[in-house]
């Protein structure tokens, strides 16, 4: 329990010390500053006079850190930027300024609103809802959460700043994610170990399938402009393409810790209920579980992604490009090759995980033998 505390404790730690620079604004370039009063709201109309008109507002913001801290400045939010009534800024809401010098003169514009803040009650009603729910497990879910983004942000994220090999990193990333997840939550006991064996097999299923799509159908990793302006940012040193491949690994991880784990607890309940159910017997039962478990979990991993892609859905849907144009873009594209790799990965590892929680669950007793 001193343990589990310990590993929370850290995590919060880590991640407030990792965040703190994105909500305060901290670098030279930066600063952050809250509003004090909206001085007008209104709308430009594009140059040209068509188009959608293009919401403004004029802000006092009152500098909150560097030396000119309490300093009021005016300026201008929206305009160029798409902007709609729910991102319109009231009095009190805190900004990120940027801060450029010419000589003597600072000047500064808006770059962002300060949202992270506002995750908080929901994070707080996460963390209560797995305490109530699931008491010590969802105490245990929420350190593994921790760590698992704790290995991201620490590890994974620094190794592709620094252009190494974005699948390497990532995997060996995403093994101690896997490690973190499974023994964390569940324990250090022999369903574990099935469940760490198996979401790992399942991964490399994922891993395999989805280099040969990704080569099948040429795709160069630089299909939207986040993509883009990645590869010009970092002139070049990160391969887009397996850094695209790493991502369809990110993106099934949980679902597969989910499906490895779920395969290894049945079979472990199953041994458990009944002493002589094991060998061939215990691998069929177990995997007509895993069968049950499949589809919905396939589903609900098409949905996400779908989910996510929904603006893009629509925007195709609109006619704007021909569709034989639009399906075989990139976006489109790479999201069908994560979905199909997942969900291959996700069925081959219901067999592959049963057949070794059943070996780790031996012979029956003999003493159950005999009964």
Request: charged share 15%; net charge negative.
């Amino acid at each position: 329990m001193t343990l589990l505390r310990s590993a929370v404790l850290l995590c919060v730690v880590l991640l407030a010390s990792a965040c703190s620079a994105l909500v305060e604004g901290g670098g030279p370039d930066t600063a952050s500053g809250h509003v004090t009063q909206i001085v007008q709201n209104g709308d430009r109309t594009p140059t040209g006079g068509g188009g959608m008109p293009q919401p403004f507002q004029r802000l006092r913001i009152q500098l909150d850190d560097t030396l000119y801290r309490g300093e009021t400045v005016e300026l201008e939010w929206g305009g160029r930027r798409a902007l709609d009534e729910n991102g319109f800024l009231h009095p009190g809401d805190r900004v990120l300024l940027s801060v450029t010098r010419d000589g003597s003169d600072r000047n500064y514009a808006i770059l962002e609103i300060v949202r992270l803040p506002a995750l908080l009650p929901v994070a707080a009603l996460l963390a209560i809802a797995l305490l109530v729910v699931a008491r010590l497990k969802g105490l245990a879910a929420l350190a593994g959460l921790g760590a698992s983004v704790a290995v991201f942000l620490f590890a994974i994220v620094p190794a592709l700043q620094r252009g190494d090999d974005p699948l390497v990193a990532t995997l060996f990333g995403a093994l101690g994610v896997i490690a973190v997840s499974v023994f964390v939550v569940h324990g250090f006991n022999r369903k574990s170990l099935a469940a760490l064996c198996g979401t790992m097999a399942g991964l490399g299923v994922v891993t395999a399938a989805g280099a040969f799509a990704l080569a099948s159908a040429r795709m160069t990793g630089l299909g939207n402009e986040n993509q883009v302006f990645l590869a010009v940012g970092t002139e070049g040193r990160i391969d887009m393409a397996r850094l695209a491949l790493a991502a369809v690994m990110v993106g099934s991880l949980g679902a597969i810790v989910d499906m490895s784990v779920g395969q290894a607890s049945a079979t472990a309940e199953l041994a458990a209920a009944d002493e002589l159910l094991r060998g061939r017997r215990l691998y069929a039962s177990a995997l007509n579980v895993g069968r049950d478990h499949v589809g919905s979990l396939v589903n609900t991993l098409a949905l996400a992604y779908f989910g996510g892609a929904l603006p893009l859905v629509l925007l195709i849907s609109l006619g704007y490009q021909p569709l034989s144009i639009a399906v075989n873009s990139e976006e489109i594209v790479e999201s069908l090759i994560a979905i199909m790799a997942a969900s291959i990965g996700l069925v081959l590892c219901v067999p592959i995980t049963t057949a070794i929680a059943v070996m780790f669950v031996g012979q029956a007793s003999p003493t159950a033998a005999e009964v």
